[in-house]
């Protein structure tokens, strides 16, 4: 897989962890009640930092994410690993665009031929905003919830449906502020594909539509 469609792969998972709220113990009641926060949130944005598995060897995980979730919108902006640091991929409902540093380009690709060719389950990267959406082409179940009241744990598992990865999505949200706290890919041999942190976790901090599509102007356009 190309560098550019690795990430798609990220921007997939930041778009798993668009997710300020949950509060059941049912997977329904707490999709419906994500759905419903992030509806009204006007922004979120968050840092992700870990590791992941990258040209078959682990690597180290650091960028930012940020996103208006009416527009569709999400713009990641990469600290390492190296060969990644200062690219930036900005997705919307109908494109996704991948600036890479070191060569001045800007490659646009449909967000339906992105998904097709990301490997990631055939990931609809239009819904990268929208988790409830997102998370209906997986199968999600409630893995465990840990911890006293007010102060709970929950551990969500989501599997593709259409049966084009076996991969595993944990996604870790916590009861305190109601906020993802941990992002996980697990292959089917039990592997650790991405064990990711989310940390300065913010909602409607004021971004704008122009901040977060803002690519640098002298940029050579390639299209896919």
């Known amino acids: 897989m190309s560098k550019p469609l690795r990430f798609t792969v990220l921007a997939a998972l930041s778009g798993v962890l668009l997710i300020p709220s949950a509060s059941a113990q049912s997977v329904q009641d707490i999709i419906s009640k994500v759905d419903a926060a992030q509806k009204a949130a006007k ?5 992700l930092s870990g ?7 682990p690597q180290k995980i650091d960028f930012t994410v940020k996103s208006i979730p009416a527009q569709g919108l999400a713009r990641l902006q990469f600290n390492a690993p190296d060969a ?6 900005v997705a919307d409902k109908n494109e996704i665009r991948q600036y890479l ?7 646009i690709t449909s967000t339906k031929k ?3 060719g990301a490997g990631f389950g055939g990931l609809d990267f239009t819904q ?3 988790t409830a959406s997102l998370l209906s082409q997986y ?5 465990s919830t840990t911890g006293a009241a007010g102060k709970r744990l929950f551990q969500l598992e989501a599997v593709p449906k259409n049966g084009n990865s076996t991969d595993k999505t944990r996604v870790y949200i916590t009861e305190a502020g109601w906020r993802p706290t941990r992002i996980q890919i697990v292959s089917s041999a039990g592997k650790s594909l991405a064990d990711l942190n989310v940390g300065n976790y913010k909602v409607n901090s004021g971004l704008s539509v122009a901040s977060l599509k803002k ?3 002298d940029a050579e356009i390639i299209r896919q």
């Open 43 to 47: 922004d979120i944005s968050f840092r």
């Open 51 to 57: 590791s992941a598995s990258l040209e078959s060897s």
């Open 84 to 89: 990644l640091a200062d690219n930036i991929v």
């Open 101 to 107: 540093f070191l060569t001045n380009q800007v490659t």
């Open 114 to 116: 992105a998904a097709d």
């Open 128 to 130: 990268l905003s929208n």
């Open 139 to 143: 199968d999600v179940k409630l893995l």
């Open 215 to 217: 690519l640098p102007q």
